[in-house]
């Protein structure tokens, strides 16, 4: 595995690649990796000839009160793993790199961005999209692989590819789960004992929404209702919000007629988890 910090080491790296006619699967990360994070390097080298994974923590995405300082790293351990799982490129730029002084240009996707936890995170999307856009110019990867967890960053990041005629093809892949259903994020190791042990209703809340659609249910509303409910009776747990949206749009539903996302951001203690499933409805024939 080859390590690069320099933006232009990068950029050639990746020119002389394609130069030789390989195909570059790229994974984006902010680093303290963990399973899913790997089951995403795992595709891309199924997918691709080479893998390039970034570790990044990116200042533009976090708010004024969140957690930049503290967020996890283990640049050793993240190595340590990505040499075992066989990536070719691992690209950790510094912030200087990224954001050199006067830079000024960001980029917005309008509707998508100020929905779900955008409403909680002013600015965070922007950020997302900013970020992500200069790595996709500077790897210029045939494909970018994402998880499920992060569905609103996944369909916001798609809807810019699409828009900008990117060619990077966006990959979204499965959500990486505990034993007992929560979903795996570098933010867990934040949760006390007793915090881990409240974080899986969450989970329970989805697959409780799941089995009222499965049994016929498809007025919204109640399935919100009863996974509050659900949520409401964890001590520990504070409701950020929980809805319903339509997939390509994001905006609330009132009925369950086409493929909606069910989505939610729950706060534990002090630690912010978020998780979601997707619903398959049939679209009702005029």
Do not use: W
Not at 97 to 126: I, N, W
């Amino acid at each position: 595995m080859r390590k690069i910090t320099a933006v232009e080491e990068m950029r050639a790296a990746a020119g002389e690649t394609r130069k030789r006619g390989r195909t570059i699967g790229f994974v984006p990360t902010m680093g303290y990796l963990h399973g899913g994070h790997l089951s995403l390097v795992r595709e891309s080298r199924k997918r691709a000839h080479t893998t390039v994974v970034s570790i990044f923590v990116n200042p533009l995405q976090f708010g004024p009160q969140e957690d930049f300082r503290r967020y996890p790293r283990d640049p050793g351990r993240d190595e340590t793993l990505l040499e075992k799982a066989g990536v070719d490129f691992l690209f950790c730029p510094g912030d200087l790199d990224m954001y050199p002084e006067g830079f000024r240009t960001t980029v917005e996707v309008a509707g998508l961005q100020d929905r779900l936890c955008g409403r909680s995170r002013p600015g965070h999307f922007k950020g997302v999209a900013t970020v992500v856009l200069k790595l996709f110019n500077i790897v210029r990867p045939d494909y970018a692989f994402f998880g499920q967890k992060d569905a609103q960053q996944a369909i916001i990041l798609s809807r810019m590819a699409e828009d900008l005629n990117l060619d990077t093809k966006i990959e979204v892949l499965p959500t990486i789960r505990e034993g007992d259903g929560l979903a795996i994020s570098s933010r867990n190791i934040y949760l006390s004992p007793e915090e881990r042990r409240s974080a899986p209703v969450l989970f329970r809340s989805l697959e409780e929404a799941r089995r009222m659609f499965t049994e016929g249910e498809r007025a919204a509303g109640p399935i919100r209702e009863q996974m509050l409910r659900m949520i409401g009776n964890e001590a520990l747990a504070r409701v950020d919000y929980v809805e319903i949206v339509d997939i390509q749009t994001l905006e609330a539903v009132d009925r369950i007629e086409g493929d909606v996302l069910v989505a939610m951001a729950v706060i534990i203690g002090s630690t912010r988890l978020i998780d979601n499933i997707i619903l398959e409805g049939k679209r009702e024939q005029p």
